[in-house]
């Protein structure tokens, strides 16, 4: 009969520890307002309700009130403890007699327990709970058998009651524990995707935004011209990423189950396995360059960016290897380099043509004044007509500073900016400057020849660059002017020039810089002017100069 009096005491204290908890989980409310108060209150309501199930024994009761005061004490507080106390203590005073026991037991948990509150409050609830339950047990096993002389000779009716009350503790603990692991758990969910639907409509949209963000990755990983592969630690590729198909001509079957050696040039095995091997050891990223062959036969350079991915323990796990397509870079780079070549060869011809045209056209004068008083001597002809050949070749050595004919095509002007400002950018950063390219959403499209109006753009560009020799931006801009003019800008933050010399800038052989020779700035304005453009110069000492070119559009 007892066993059954203890299960209907720990089913109701279920379920009224359940209930709110319960109903809590049905609706989405704010934190009420002084929560430890009402929780207590509550608490203090059920053990009012747990001392009326009490179970009576030769003349003295016992009941569950001590539970829901530890479990007070753990999840709200000393505040709330105290208020749940007081509702217990004051039920037992009106169930039965024994008020001294009761009053001097519940006065002692209390204190103790409000004193023991503060060195434990940072544990978690479950270590909180043995710690106030021990204490329990101890104020217990000292008051009532010994103190009050309560069944001291029955031991086994204080055993009952105690894991009567353990009962309770672990019961409430775990209902209590298991709600705020869901809740807190449903919060997360909450928080993350912003929804404040259903958990069934929550769960679709979670399902929904993986399902997106899969397919996102899965867009990025299949249509982008980097190729993408993942190594294992015993450098087996694991992966292929579809790019492989478009870049190199291999399907997946091709693929399947090869060594990477297979793809790359025997020159630059050496150097790609030692930049593997010193990844599992150093465990930083690396990037090198090497060549891959394409299905065709021909090779491909390719810049990769080599990735080690950690798994447990701190080894590495696999290694994502993102290589890049830099043949089109690799022609840039030696287009430039050829340009910079031919740029010193023809000023340096220009130069040297110019200083031997004037000495040529004195002697050639003077043979031909000798001629018009010796005309008998033979080899006067033979002068001249060596003399005219010197000529000719100091002419053709000038052509070399000089733009060549043109075949003007439609270039997308933009295009044509972003390609030259990579070419400088490795040179930019060795010298702590930054390009940044403004423009307006829309087509520049212009008949040009690209590769003048690149050298245009370089020789601009460059001379920016040798006058900051301290880093800084160099802000280029790109603009409409009108419906059929384009205006594109360059800022650079260089010593600027004196205004007084900006008119003569863009004549031959008169430059700023100590070796120049003036003849590149002269090559601009030619060619702008062949492009039907003008460039215009404004600028400040100490605060940079601003090119400004002009160009006329295609109309659409």
């Not at 089913?11 to 409310?29: A, C, E, G, K, Y």
Request: charged share 20%; proline share 3%; net charge negative.
């Amino acid at each position: 009969m007892i066993f059954l009096d203890y299960i209907i005491n720990l089913s109701i204290f279920s379920l009224m520890v359940s209930t709110p908890l319960v109903i809590r989980s049905f609706f989405n409310l704010k934190p009420l307002k002084y929560f430890r108060i009402w929780g207590g209150l509550y608490a203090g309501v059920v053990s009012f309700i747990l001392v009326q199930l009490t179970i009576l024994e030769q003349g003295y009761s016992y009941d569950l009130r001590y539970a829901a005061i530890i479990l007070a004490f753990v999840y709200l507080g000393p505040l709330a403890g105290l208020i749940t106390g007081s509702f217990a203590l004051f039920a037992r005073l009106l169930e039965s007699g024994h008020w001294s026991p009761a009053i001097i037991g519940w006065a002692i948990t209390i204190i103790l327990f409000s004193a023991l509150h503060p060195y434990i409050k940072r544990l978690t609830p479950i270590k909180k709970s043995v710690a106030f339950f021990v204490t329990y047990l101890f104020i217990y096993i000292i008051t009532v058998p010994f103190i009050f002389n309560v069944f001291r000779d029955n031991p086994f009716f204080h055993f009952q009651y105690i894991v009567f009350v353990m009962f309770g503790v672990i019961i409430g603990g775990l209902l209590i524990e298991s709600y705020e692991k869901l809740y807190r758990l449903n919060t997360k969910f909450s928080d993350l995707y912003k929804m404040t639907a259903s958990y069934q409509k929550e769960l679709k949209q979670t399902l929904l935004t993986l399902e997106e963000s899969e397919a996102k990755y899965r867009l990025i990983a299949e249509n982008t011209s980097d190729l993408i592969m993942v190594m294992t630690k015993e450098h087996s590729i694991s992966y292929f990423s579809p790019s492989h198909n478009l870049v190199l001509g291999y399907n997946d079957s091709e693929l399947e189950n090869v060594e990477i050696c297979q793809f790359i040039h025997p020159e630059d095995i050496h150097n790609f396995e030692n930049t593997i091997n010193n990844m599992f050891k150093n465990r930083k990223s690396q990037s090198m360059e090497f060549r891959y062959k394409h299905k065709a036969g021909h090779w491909i350079d390719f810049e990769s960016r080599c990735m080690p991915v950690m798994g447990e323990h701190g080894c590495i796990e696999h290694i994502v290897i993102i290589s890049r397509d830099i043949s089109e870079r690799k022609k840039a780079e030696e287009f430039l380099l050829q340009s910079e070549k031919l740029s010193i060869v023809g000023e340096l011809a220009a130069g040297v043509a110019h200083e031997i045209r004037n000495p040529l056209t004195t002697i050639k004068g003077f043979v031909q004044l000798y001629k018009k008083e010796n005309s008998s001597i033979e080899f006067n002809d033979l002068l001249l007509s060596e003399l005219e050949r010197i000529e000719t070749i100091t002419s053709e050595m000038l052509s070399l500073g000089k733009p060549q004919a043109i075949q003007l095509k439609r270039t997308d002007l933009r295009e044509l900016l972003e390609n030259t400002l990579d070419l400088l950018q490795p040179q930019a950063y060795m010298n702590d400057i930054q390009f940044k390219l403004e423009f307006e959403e829309s087509p520049y499209f212009i008949t040009s020849e690209k590769n003048q109006l690149k050298q245009v753009f370089l020789n601009i560009l460059k001379n920016a660059m040798e006058a900051m020799n301290e880093g800084g931006i160099i802000q280029i801009n790109l603009r409409k002017e009108s419906e059929h003019e384009c205006i594109i800008s360059f800022q650079d933050q260089g010593v600027g020039i004196p205004e007084e010399l900006l008119p003569r800038l863009g004549e031959p052989f008169y430059s700023l810089k100590e070796k120049g020779t003036g003849l590149g700035l002269m090559i601009c304005h030619k060619i702008i002017k062949q492009h039907q453009g003008d460039i215009h110069y404004k600028s400040e000492v100490n605060k940079g100069t601003l090119v400004e070119i002009k160009l006329p559009l295609l109309s659409n």
